[in-house]
């Protein structure tokens, strides 16, 4: 009886101990469910008290979030696009603050303070967000990120107050220097002119066993990898000289892998979990330090002077020279930093400019009417050849295409709607001020591009009555009449802050004049050789580059083209 009596304790005691860890399980599902819901209420909360509050010099309101630690990080690495949407919708045209894991972020709203922000380069940066994307998007070996860590001094000639770093290692000041004077003035007119000729080259060259070359109506089932990839052909050949491209015949294929790398480059990921993404970018580098190895073997180039010729054929710019000598003087930077340096400059030259000329020829050959009025535009584009002269390749006056208004509206027109860029700014002199909100040093205010394009107030007097909404392309949106000569002129008066494709200030991307004449003479030196019709129409864009700079079709782009018959 005593052991029966036992052996029925011992049994009600497992079966209480079963229910016991079951009910534990249970409490701890629903006690880690509870977690994202009590985190979420209270920062609702929180949000609600920031948004009550009227104190002067307060910080905006938090938008609230389910992940405690994490914050919004993971919506805003997997869905950019709706989650900026969600909080500007939200937001009732109020700055947020956004918690991205440990990092505070400000998502500003209003365009009018956008250009006061961009513009005040002393008192904020673009350190912080541009430090991670070289290491990140270029690859910059951990070896030589104490540079672009440490200085602190500063893009100008004159040193933030403090700084004790050698002039040799101020690596921004260093990229703004030459940038500026290279892509301005006299090496801006060769450098572009030498663009224009390469691809005029390019598609003047007939291969008989390419039926592009027939003079028949052909189908190419996606032209923005055939343009592009002639384009950056033609760019690089010349900005590097031949020798980059010839020494990597993989190259062009390679460099728009690693760009369709990007949005999973952006996510972070270590390259043990996704190597995957990370190969397009080491074939990218390797392909460039073949370059440097055998360009420094065939030309010196400390010799860069003013005395040295502006381009040679292995180097190509006497940029590249410059750049060269100032990653080897830092005495830190071994050829694997220097191939990182020099893909920044490349893709900075290239990843925004080129998808941008595929949109303008996009939006000009999917129009008809449009495309009559830009041919009446560049009538005067082709500089006639003397008699003596072969007739191909044409020859192309840069200004006159330029200078076209309606070409220059489309060209703006397109930054406006493709162009979707975060100019991220940081505190660096104390507290920032904008109106009667404080943002805290070290934190990241961001201007989204996507809301100064379309935000219905600071554009109410280019939508042509309503009858152009801002979700649609309008080719005339920056055309104004000119009261005195009774003329449709080029104008973005009025837009400070609401387009910014270039950001402000003395940040704002130093390749502009280059990235317009390379985006405007596209249309005018495909039209010379080609004929084209658009067979699916105007196509999406992929959103998996929100955020990125420009966004290329989120398809493939078949179209019917024909090589002029009589050239």
Known sequence: MTSKILHLNESTFGSWLEVAKQNGKLSLGAGMLLIPVLTFIITTIISWIGMANKRDGREPPLNPYWLPFLGDWLWFLLARRSFINRIYRRSNDLPVTVRLGPAKAYLLTQPETYGPLLRDTKSCTNKAFAVIIMEHIFGMPKSAMHLYRNDKSGIGTIPHPG?????HLRVWHHHYRTASRYLQGDSLRSLSKQVVEHLSEGLAK????????????????????WWTHRYFTATITALCGPHLISLNPGFVED????????????????RTLAPGNYRPRQRILDSIKRWHAYARQHSDYRHNGPDAPAWDEYW???????RQRWGQDTGDMNDDALASEDLFVLTAATANALPMAFWNLIEV????ALLERVRAELSTAIIPHDTHEEKLPFRFDVKAITSSPLLQSVYAEVLRMRVSLFHNRSPTQGDYRIGPYKFKQGGLLCVSTNIASNHAHAWRDRIDGGRRPLDKFWADRFLVRDEEDDVMKFST?????????YGGGALMCPGRHLAKQEMMSGVAIFNAYFEMELLKGVPCVD?????????????????????????
């Open 316 to 322: 190509g710019s006497v940029w590249f020279k410059v």
């Open 493 to 501: 008066d009025g837009l400070d802050g609401a387009w910014i494709p």
């Open 206 to 225: 007939i291969d008989h066993n390419d039926p592009v070359d027939s003079g028949e109506w052909v189908d190419i089932p996606d032209f923005f990898m």
């Open 365 to 368: 050959y999917g129009d008809r």
């Open 163 to 167: 700084s004790t770093l050698s002039p």
């Open 543 to 567: 959103d998996r580059f929100f955020g990125l700079g420009a966004q290329p079709p989120g398809e493939p782009v078949p179209v019917r083209i024909r090589r002029k018959i009589g050239i």
């Open 255 to 270: 460099f728009w892998d690693y760009l369709n790398s990007w949005p999973k480059l952006s996510k972070l990921y270590p």
